[in-house]
């Protein structure tokens, strides 16, 4: 007789309580998986993740202390066949590569339906690699585009980076903590960008930047 395949293993990792219980629920009540731990930070997410050995660590980005983006580079750093699901609200390129650089498996937003939250954790258990619709779209975007291409040649890339952020609305410290840099560097290169771009304010350089393209 052919053994029921064990459940999922899944490891919570969210400064928010209140969502890590729905999460829970939702795994184990709807999706059939065992929640093997919870974690409010990063370095707890660390901890944990060595001593239980779960199959996916649902990860946030943004958290007090350790961020979910170094915590993700240590633990695959440690174990490469983990799967990391990465769950947060930030969909900026900034944060969608540094994620991907630090080996997350898959990328979906806390505004996505439990259904496909369920679907995405069933994927990266099996080794696969899942992203929601808009974090898609800025991968092809990015796999498409040429060295020197898009927008704003004159700009370096991390220009571009924060700029793109501006244009979606960010502040300048949501940018810092976006892109892990203090906020007097944030400011530092927006100078350079108003300068190069020839703008007189943050007003001026999201309307230029959003007629190209770019905080979308």
Do not use: C
């Not at 729905?22 to 707890?44: F, H, K, S, T």
């Not at 020197?148 to 980076?161: A, C, D, H, N, V």
């Amino acid at each position: 007789m052919t053994e029921p395949a064990r459940p999922v293993r899944v490891l919570l990792v969210d400064d928010h309580p209140l969502l890590r219980h729905g999460l829970r629920a939702l795994l184990e009540q709807v999706g059939g998986a065992e929640v093997v731990g919870e974690a409010g930070d990063g370095e707890e997410a660390v901890e944990l993740a060595l001593s239980l050995e779960p199959d996916v660590v649902v990860m946030d980005l943004v958290m007090p202390g350790m961020s979910g983006t170094e915590a993700t580079r240590r633990l695959i750093d440690r174990r490469p066949d983990l799967g990391v699901l990465v769950l947060t609200m930030s969909e900026d390129d900034a944060s969608v590569f540094a994620a991907l650089r630090a080996g997350a498996r898959g990328y979906v937003l806390k505004g996505t339906a439990g259904p496909d939250f369920l679907a995405a954790v069933s994927a990266v258990a099996r080794g696969e690699a899942v992203y929601g619709a808009g974090v898609a779209r800025r991968i092809r975007r990015f796999l498409t585009s040429g060295p020197g291409s898009g927008p704003f040649p004159e700009l370096t890339s991390r220009e571009r980076e924060i700029l793109d952020l501006l244009a979606s609305g960010r502040s300048n410290a949501e940018i810092a903590r976006a892109l892990f840099l203090s906020q007097k560097t944030v400011k530092n290169h927006l100078t350079s960008v108003f300068a190069k771009l020839q703008v007189a304010d943050r007003a001026q350089a999201v309307v230029r930047a959003r007629r190209a393209g770019l905080g979308e």
